[in-house]
Nanobody
Framework: QVQLVESGGGSVQAGGSLRLSCAASKYTYYTNCMGWFRQAPGKERERVATIYTDSSMTLYGDSVKGRFTISQDNAKNTVYLEMNFLKPEDTGTYYC???????????????WGQGTQVTVSS
C-alpha cells in the first residue's frame, strides 16, 4: 500500500499563489507517475499536472499551462505543485494521485490522497 498525504491548501485572492505538497510513504511501480487532479462542485475530476518520478517528464492541463509548475524531491518522496496567478476558476478540491502511467483518466491511478481545498476569491 502507498499512502499519500497532501498539504498546502488554503484561501487566496485572485492573482495570488499557493504551493501544494504530496508526500508518498514509498516509491513503487505504482508511483511511476504522480500528479494532481482537481474537482469543483458539479464538475468532473480533471488532471492538473503529472510527473514521471524517474525521468521528471511533466504534463499539464491546458487551463494551467504557464501558471502552475509540478516538481519533485525524490529524497523526500514528495511532489509539489506551485500555483501562480490563481483565478477563481482554480477553486476546488485538489487530490494527489499515483499510478503506473501519466494519463488524463482518473481511473488509471491506483492511490489517492484525501484532498486539500483551494479557494480563490475574486
Amino acid at each position: 500500500q502507498v499512502q499519500l498525504v497532501e498539504s498546502g491548501g488554503g484561501s487566496v485572492q485572485a492573482g495570488g499563489s499557493l504551493r501544494l505538497s504530496c508526500a508518498a510513504s514509498k516509491y513503487t511501480y505504482y508511483t511511476n507517475c504522480m500528479g494532481w487532479f482537481r474537482q469543483a462542485p458539479g464538475k468532473e475530476r480533471e488532471r492538473v499536472a503529472t510527473i514521471y518520478t524517474d525521468s521528471s517528464m511533466t504534463l499539464y492541463g491546458d487551463s494551467v499551462k504557464g501558471r502552475f509548475t509540478i516538481s519533485q524531491d525524490n529524497a523526500k518522496n514528495t511532489v509539489y505543485l506551485e500555483m501562480n496567478f490563481l483565478k477563481p476558476e482554480d477553486t476546488g478540491t485538489y487530490y494527489c494521485a499515483a499510478g503506473p502511467y501519466c494519463t488524463l483518466v482518473p481511473g488509471n491511478y491506483n492511490y489517492w490522497g484525501q484532498g486539500t481545498q483551494v479557494t480563490v476569491s475574486s
